[in-house]
């Protein structure tokens, strides 16, 4: 964790020289006011709206998707980077209905662990009110020490307020913000708060990563390293992400202060996203500052992006029958073995060459890396439906193991020779309608109730002794949260597993 922090450590600056809302004290605010109209966009409603149009009016025509499930866009004053956000907004249906918005921005001046979720009143900008669902809100502060009310951290911060207006502008329909404001780079902390917000990423709801991308290397080195960062992001994998901002930050690239400035919100969302099966991480638009100011020695860039659902039901996946030879499990776990290593002695990633993997394990399909230390588990992480391959999702599940499960500290160098890998890959998930098509200790289950999901391994049935209802029961309960009996009215899904280790399998040097 130490070198994930350093790594970070440039992130903290601050950006907005806005000034702070005239009121003082807690009790004394009640709807936020707007504190950068008349600096990052205009302060009287009448030209507001005609700037925004302006920038809708001159987009190209799309179809707005009924499948986004989230949004990312900049921060910066309007003349900069208004049209790369209003081309994002620009996805949605305007005649949409959401249920909440949950916008993630980062809080640029003010350090504070977690997030600061605004919880006093409602949001004000020229354009009128923006409601806070304050019930919500609340209530995640009240049962969660992650999220909490920081005063200070919302009084002057723009990442958020500049969102709004294109907001008002183009949905015709009305809507509630949970405005959040991220103010932790505690890497297990993020993941945390993502496992609190996952039950609210449905389709009722649509989220918003507020942030600009590289800060102030020169034009061409900004849109080398805004590529890279956004590729990373259509991975919709977090590790990618964080491989990412290292390397960019490894490359000592003159004058670069960050390659995202919200990277913690998009974290969030990525923790989550990566989670939901199947979804396509789309790039929208991309321009730099140089482009509106033609001053290409230092630049600030700016990605548009939509998170798009699969539109395919679960119910209508096939449990194909799907094997891997001996051979291919040696090869996987080579590779969690050496990625292990690599990872934790340097911090490097190493690459998976595509001619030494045989088709099989090519195949898009699911998987688990489990880690043991004395036959205790000490990191687990894994992916259902992912949009690359099997060997890749081995190698970046070896990583996640064991730096990103919150449960554990990283895992260190003089651990590795007593770690023993274990990887579960996974079949397609079929629908069953009662528990008697499972079969204990073969098939692992997913339970799915409203906004609520969560899955056991096949292998853990036969590892606790558990016979079937304790296998639903603790499933729904201590997975889901749904409660012990919850699995009876939700969603039953099957998969299998192929499990594999290195106790049993050999691997040649």
């Known amino acids: 964790m130490k070198q994930v922090v350093f790594i970070f450590t440039g992130l903290w600056f601050a950006l907005s020289t806005a000034c702070a809302v005239g009121q003082e004290g807690d009790e004394a605010l009640k709807d936020r006011m707007p504190v950068v109209a008349g600096q990052f966009y205009p302060a009287e409603k009448k030209a507001l709206n005609r700037q925004l149009a302006s920038y809708f009016e001159s987009q190209p025509p799309v179809n707005a998707h009924d499948s986004i499930a989230a949004l990312v866009a900049p921060h910066a004053g309007y003349r900069f980077s208004g049209r790369v956000a209003a081309e994002a907004y620009h996805q949605l249906d305007p005649g949409r209905r959401f249920k909440n918005i949950f916008i993630l921005a980062p809080s640029h001046s003010v350090q504070f662990e977690g997030a600061s979720l605004y919880s006093k009143g409602h949001y004000q ?39 709004l207006p294109f907001l008002q502008h183009h949905l015709k329909e ?23 917000l996952k039950p609210y990423f449905n389709r009722e709801n649509l989220f918003v990563v507020s942030t600009d991308f590289s800060h102030y290397p020169a034009y061409q080195a900004a849109r080398e390293v805004d590529s890279v960062t956004a590729e990373a992001v259509t991975q919709n994998n977090p590790s990618a992400l964080i491989r990412a ?115 099989q394990v090519k195949v898009h399909t699911g998987a688990f890396v489990t880690l043991y230390k004395d036959e205790e588990l000490r990191g687990c992480v894994g992916r259902f439906n992912p949009d690359m391959p099997l060997y890749q999702v081995v190698r970046d599940m070896a990583v996640a193991a064991c730096s990103e499960d919150m449960r554990f500290s990283p895992v260190e160098p003089a651990e590795l020779d007593d770690i023993r890998i274990e990887i579960s890959v996974l079949t397609p998930m079929r629908k069953v309608s009662s528990p008697e098509e499972i079969e204990l ?55 299998r597993a192929i499990v594999f280790n290195e106790g049993e399998t050999d691997i040649p040097e």
Request: charged share 25%; with cysteine; net charge neutral.
């Open 174 to 196: 009305p809507f509630q913000i949970v405005p959040i404001l991220t103010g932790t780079h505690d890497l297990s902390e993020i993941r945390e708060m993502a496992g609190l």
């Open 245 to 359: 901002i290292r390397s960019n930050a490894g490359k000592e690239v003159d004058r670069l202060a960050t390659s995202m400035c919200g990277w913690p919100g998009m974290l969030t969302l990525l923790h989550m996203s990566s989670q939901t099966g199947q979804m396509e991480v789309r790039k929208i638009r991309y321009q730099n500052s140089g482009d509106v100011t033609g001053d290409h020695s230092r630049v600030v860039g700016y990605w548009a992006m939509a998170f798009l659902r699969n539109q395919a039901d679960m119910s209508n996946t096939s449990n194909m029958d799907f094997q891997i030879t001996e051979e291919d499990k040696r090869s996987l776990l080579r590779i969690a073995r050496t990625t292990l290593q690599r990872f934790v002695r340097e911090k490097e990633v190493p690459p998976v060459e595509q001619d030494q993997v045989t088709e």
């Open 441 to 495: 200790g073969h098939d692992g289950i997913y339970i799915k109730k409203g906004p609520f999901a969560g899955t056991l391994l096949p292998q853990v049935a036969v590892k606790t002794g558990w016979s079937k209802e304790e296998f639903l029961g603790h499933c729904a309960r201590d997975k889901v949260g749904i409660g012990w009996d919850g699995w009876k009215n939700a969603d039953l899904y099957t998969y």
């Open 125 to 163: 900008t020229p354009l009128g009110q923006v409601k806070v669902n304050r019930e919500l809100v609340n209530r995640l502060i009240r049962e969660n020490d992650i999220f909490s009310y920081q005063p200070e951290a919302h009084k002057s911060e723009h990442s958020l307020e500049v969102q």
